[in-house]
């Protein structure tokens, strides 16, 4: 799958965000009707689903993304999982309201290899308060077909 080469990117006007829900402006995203944020064409990954309290993300991790010692530098996975809890928190989001991550934290188990592995991250959100929402994720590796 490279989905790079079928995605606009570029960023959502003011007035397109302050008239849809962060669940409608995330579909129309998935839809093609606005473009996939600019982080996604340069770090290689791309939103594929969203619902009420979750997002889900794709990613092609390649030699752009490797560190020194030849695997994908955490950052981009650390990246990847701070944009499905984001869009998640997002999603659940009155029209013209934003957001912004106040924290980020993961713990890897093991390395992403550059040219094995597609990743999806888990998505949800597991608490919205009135000015803050705690959402959850991880990420799930498989090896590509």
Request: proline share 7%.
């Amino acid at each position: 799958m490279n989905k790079s080469s079928n995605c606009q990117y570029g960023l959502v006007t003011g007035d397109m965000a302050a008239a849809m829900t962060g669940r409608e402006l995330l579909q129309a995203i998935i839809e093609g009707r606005l473009p996939q944020a600019p982080i996604s064409q340069a770090m290689s990954f791309w939103l594929v689903e969203v619902g009420q309290g979750f997002a889900a993300f794709e990613g092609e991790p390649g030699p752009h993304l490797l560190n020194p010692m030849g695997t994908v530098h955490g950052g981009w996975a650390l990246t990847l999982i701070d944009s499905a809890s984001g869009c998640a928190a997002l999603s659940l989001l009155p029209a013209g309201t934003g957001y912004t991550t106040v924290e980020t934290k993961a713990n890897f188990s093991r390395p992403i290899m550059a040219h094995s592995v597609l990743c999806e991250p888990k998505r949800g959100s597991s608490h919205k308060g009135a000015k803050s929402s705690r959402p959850r994720a991880g990420s799930k590796p498989w090896m590509a077909a």
